[in-house]
């Protein structure tokens, strides 16, 4: 009883500790040492991203700091996807209980961002509880898209990566456990406290007149070293104090821009965060949104069909159709929200709480089918 009344101590210990607000200067570097059945390996350096996954970083430091991870086992292997580890039942416990980790073991609650995962990030191992997060942790290997949003990245490898590589080729078992144990040890060994430098901006150029929304634009920056999330900001005014988006595009240094209005002028910027630092804002870019009817009217003439008023807060009416004519409706991402079939004339729609911005509509007919675009504003 002695024994498992002091590895409880150990944790509730670690548990406070991680409570307490650290400051970090940067992202903290690790060695992890490993053994292959007794024998030294290599070693695979991290870092981890206090500045997007504080209490990850922290609880990962702190049981560093107490040796906790010293003789856990790299206990799980996945070709093509992962290698796991730090169960502290990997130490001396019997291989049936590795994974299972230990109820005193304290949770961590989960931190989800944008950062996507990669080859060579480090990650947050849980149970279906998105708060089970405890010591164990895994690396990728390859890219594993299906996990972004999902756990909580963490760190990243930043040398040793072939080591990972051997690991996850090992001989292995029905349930990924690798036939010779692969012992870890991980030793604190300083802080990358590189700052990202801001982005530049790169398209569409800055004070662009004649932005086309009837395909949604598309806005780029220039990566930055290192640039694990990227924000962007766009509003309509250049004080940002009506932004009509904000959002993280992970490691991506492009977006697609839905949902804007013509003829309105629009500001936007970006910064980057590399895991210990988030940058300066960029400079900031305008441009200003139109839509191309031309084609759409002329046809709209031939045959007297109108839509007005365009653009309305919501309702539109469709007048001049034929009776019979088919008429579908696509929101801002091209998904259909609204057909019907016209038994008269004349036609009225209603969008009121939808999102602002342009709709698409084709109006089928037998002979031709029309297209065109109605503003939500």
């Known amino acids: 009883m002695k024994k498992i009344y002091t590895f409880l101590s150990i944790f509730l210990f670690v548990a406070n500790f991680t409570k307490a607000q650290v400051v970090y200067t940067g992202k903290p570097m690790y060695n992890i040492d490993v053994k292959r059945g007794g024998i030294y390996l290599g070693s695979i350096k991290v870092e981890l991203f206090p500045a997007i996954a504080y209490h990850h970083t922290r609880n990962f430091d702190s049981l560093v700091s107490m040796q ?57 191992a849980r149970s279906t509880n998105i708060n089970s997060a405890t010591s164990q942790f895994f690396i990728c290997v390859a890219a594993a898209p299906n996990l972004n949003g999902q756990y909580s990245v963490y760190g990243r490898v930043i040398g040793g990566m072939n080591y990972a590589d051997s690991i996850v080729l090992a001989p292995r078992n029905s349930n990924d456990l690798p036939n010779v144990k692969h012992e870890m040890h991980i030793t604190y060994i300083g802080s990358n406290d590189t700052l990202p430098l801001k982005p530049t901006l790169n398209s569409p150029p800055d004070n662009s007149l004649s932005v086309s929304i009837n395909i949604a634009p598309l806005l780029k920056w220039n990566a930055v070293p290192v640039g694990i999330i990227y924000t962007l900001e766009v509003a309509d005014d250049s004080s940002f104090t009506s932004i009509i988006k904000t959002l ?98 004349s036609h009225e729609i209603n969008l009121e709480g939808k999102d602002k911005g342009v709709y698409s509509y084709k109006l089928i007919s037998e002979k031709e089918t029309f297209q065109g675009k109605i503003i939500v504003k």
Do not use: C
């Not at 292997?77 to 209980?97: C, E, K, L, Y």
């Not at 965060?273 to 839509?291: A, K, L, M, P, R």
């Not at 539109?316 to 004339?345: M, P």
């Open 68 to 124: 906790f991870y010293d003789s856990t086992a790299f206990h799980r292997v996945i070709p093509g996807f992962m290698i796991q580890g730090g169960d502290p039942n990997s130490r001396h416990g019997a291989t049936s209980t590795w994974g299972f980790g230990q109820p005193s073991q304290p949770n961590v609650n989960a931190e989800f961002s944008a950062a996507k995962h990669l080859r060579g990030i480090l990650s947050a």
């Open 248 to 345: 993280e595009t992970g490691n991506l240094s492009a977006y697609v821009n839905s949902g804007l209005l013509p003829g309105t002028k629009y500001y936007w910027r970006v910064k980057a965060n590399n895991g210990g630092h988030v940058s300066d804002w960029s400079d900031v870019w305008t441009f200003e949104t139109f839509i191309d009817l031309v084609g759409i009217k002329q046809k709209q003439e031939a045959s007297k069909f109108t839509v007005f008023p365009n653009p309305s807060s919501g309702k539109f009416v469709f007048e001049n159709a034929q009776l019979g004519d088919q008429l579908e409706v696509l929101d801002v991402t091209g998904k259909l929200i609204y057909t019907n079939t016209f038994k008269e004339t």
